[in-house]
């Protein structure tokens, strides 16, 4: 493949200094090794990992384990400058909302998936992508396609030992995955365990709201619910039956959730910036019904410099998973300091040192009465 020169974010960085930045850093240097990833495939790495390219949900996971590695940024904007760290910036190709087609025009669609053009931009030595063994035959194409190795890797809350394990040895960053495993260890699994011995009758139900007007859903089981189910909060949608379901969503009515009548109703995070789903709900009547609602149990999901929970569903919902726990379950979890977990996430997986009045200020992003968003100012 005949190398171009790096097509860079102008959102995000200064080309010269990332350009500058991206020669001065070197590669990190390994042996010949072969590994056996998450779709149980052989793969012969490079013995330098200078430059990756992940795919989709696996972007925020490589920045955490190798941001001077990682090739791609999918966001941008004054508000991710300020929850992350340079170095998820600088040296960096835009990709996804951060394309710089993209930012021209907004209205354009996004890819999805490792494009061409991407591959072309970044010059990258491998490849990563989300799955598990169903993956294992479009890896394999993928690889042959791009003449790249390429890595799949299992982003299941309950596969990030294996995950972090094999994403240190791939990047040679054995000590950095040793760490975001500790913060699992201290954190995740011990919410997990003690949700656990929570008695059926007493788990906290929730709605799952997302679209223009909040109707959107995902039932449980679902991917995008994921950190939902890991401490054993409870869907009012137990399977997507009750649900109008298209391609893309799972569609309800305000009848049909004031009828199963959630403790809580949390956002997800598409169109926050915006509060498109919270817009949409206050403007219609029907929703004084839902008593979560009504009684100002309604709570947006935080999303800087990543969605703490979903889109993309990937390393970034640790921290949501933490912070859920201590919203739905707050006698439980009373003596968690919060602010603590999330100093020490932003440390460990965002490379950022948070000052507590960042601290504040990112928590600050959930609570739907504060509507001028003082975060953002």
Partial sequence: MKKKTMIMNPCCFSLAVGTALMLAAPGMLCADRIVTDMAGRKVVLPDEVKRVLPVGHCIP????????????????????????????????????????????????????????????????????????AQRAERADELQKKYNIPVIVIDQSMDKYQQAFALLGQVFCQEEQAAKMYAYVQKYLIPIREKTAAIPENERVTYYYAHGGQGLNTDPAGNNHVQP????????????????????????????EIARLNPKFILLATMGAEQMSTWKGMIADQEWENVTAFKEGRVYQIPWLPFSWMDR??????????????????????????????????F?????????????????????????????LQ
């Fill in 61 to 132: 996971l490589s920045l955490a384990i190798g941001p001077e590695q990682t090739g791609v940024i999918n966001r941008c904007g004054p508000d991710f400058d300020r929850f992350s760290p340079a170095v998820f910036r600088e040296g960096k190709v835009g990709i996804g909302s951060a394309l710089p087609e993209h930012l021209k025009d907004p209205s354009l669609p996004q890819s999805k998936g490792i494009q061409p053009l991407d591959v072309e931009r970044v010059q990258p030595d491998l490849l990563f992508m989300e799955g598990d």
């Fill in 228 to 255: 939902f189910d890991y401490i054993h909060a409870v869907n009012i949608f137990q399977n997507a039956f009750p649900l109008k379901t298209d391609e893309k969503a799972n569609d309800t009515t305000i009848a």
């Fill in 312 to 345: 993309p569903p990937g390393s970034n919902r640790i921290l949501g998973t933490v912070w859920l726990a201590k919203l739905l379950y707050p006698e439980q979890f009373e003596s968690l300091s919060l602010e603590k977990a999330v100093q020490e996430y």
């Fill in 347 to 375: 440390e460990v997986f965002f490379h950022k040192t948070l000052s507590d009045t960042e601290v504040k200020a990112v928590l600050s992003l959930s609570d739907l009465k504060k509507p001028n968003r003082p975060a």
